[in-house]
């Protein structure tokens, strides 16, 4: 194969630039240098990317190393000068800002970063190094949805709750603590074990009651994924043979479910401290006393109203009684003084009516007739004689006698009249 001598470049020509043609006869004409940068350049042609697009890519990815760069720079401080193995997982992860949140995804890619910073290649350590073994043991574990649990279960976490004998401030003033300051974040701390998403948050003095109830309903049935499994007392993995393994298992399971149970307990304390403190309810259980009280001395009222009618009743019954009783004893006194005057008119009125008889000394009248007469004839029958004998003596005897016939009959008074003879 025969090779074409071109003659060199003229003085000042750039690299795009050469000097081409035959029979020594030069023009000018652009030309790429061959290698990478054509390569790309024209493969990013054939995909329809402008050079700016390729800038842009290029500044992307100088940024994206940046970055990394500057997690793994953080990553390395936060561990300096530590025991690596006392760390938690999510920091031998670099996870420490999202711990427990930490997604799939992230804990994957955290994985691949730091594992290349403690790979025995770079570290010149052998394969078996424990921090190298710590990290992939941390990766299979939060990678698992069941051993990531029992391991977030058993992390460091604040399982203090209230007393629930603090003086809470009420609506009179008294009390120091505020409620919400101090239940809310225990609630938070807690919410995070929650089976059931999302949480309810325990709000504050203008929250709804209906909400405020549902708070309470939601916790009083709070499912908890928390698992007590991940330090077993056990190791299963150490037993000689099944029996054995089944034996350890079936003792760390009687043990996770006790801590469960002692869980749950807690939980159920904090959430009926919670409740007997609330000023919300207190104020809702404040108003029900109220209305109960007010019905109650409504009740003991309208009791005492018939009490006091009752009482009124009768106490009017017996003064009508008394009354009534009075007035018939002055009328009897009255009627008895009547009768007293009438009997003493009476007396003076027959003593009046003997003397007129004495006087006009008709033998027809004697003093036994007078008598009778003044037994048997009344009071106005009595006047009337004593009228007729003090206007005319004589009329007036006849006229007794006539009464006195009336009385006795006429043979009575024939008989009489035959005996004087």
Known sequence: ????????????????????????????????????????????????????????????KVAAKLQEEAILDKY???????????????????????????????????????????????????????????????FHTLTDAQKKRAYDSQCEFDEWIPLGTEKIKTDDGKGTVDFYALYGPVFERNARFSEVKPVPLLGDDSTPLDDVTAFYNFWFQFDSWRDFTHNAEHDVDSAEHRDEKRFLMK???????????????????????????????????????????????????AAQAIIDAAKKAEADAAAAKAAAEEAEKASKNEAKQAKEKLKKAFRKVKKQFRELLQTAADVRVDEYEVEFLCESLEFDQVTALNEALAANQSAGVEEVVQVLTGLRGDNYMQKQAAKRG
């Open 251 to 301: 003792k760390n399971e009687a043990a996770a479910k006790k801590l469960k149970k002692k869980e749950y307990a807690r939980l159920a304390t904090l959430v009926d401290r919670a409740k007997a403190n609330d000023p919300r309810l207190r104020r809702v259980k404040q108003a029900a006393k109220d209305k109960k009280e007010s019905e109650k001395r409504a009740k003991e009222a």
């Open 76 to 138: 390395r401080k936060s561990i300096k000068g530590k025991q690596f193995l006392q760390l938690t997982m999510y920091q031998q992860l670099g996870l420490t800002d999202v711990m427990f949140d930490a997604t799939p995804e992230q804990i994957k890619k955290a994985y691949h970063r730091v594992l290349i910073e403690h790979h025995p290649d770079k570290t010149l350590k052998d394969e078996d190094d424990p921090n190298y073994l710590a990290v992939q043991k941390a």
């Open 1 to 60: 194969m025969s090779l074409l001598a071109l003659p060199a470049p003229p003085k000042g020509a750039d690299d795009s630039k050469v000097l081409l043609g035959l029979g020594g006869y030069p023009h000018l004409k652009r030309v790429e240098i061959a290698g990478r940068s054509l390569h790309k350049r024209v493969r990013n042609a054939a995909r329809g990317r402008s050079l700016s697009m390729e800038s842009v890519s290029d500044d992307a």
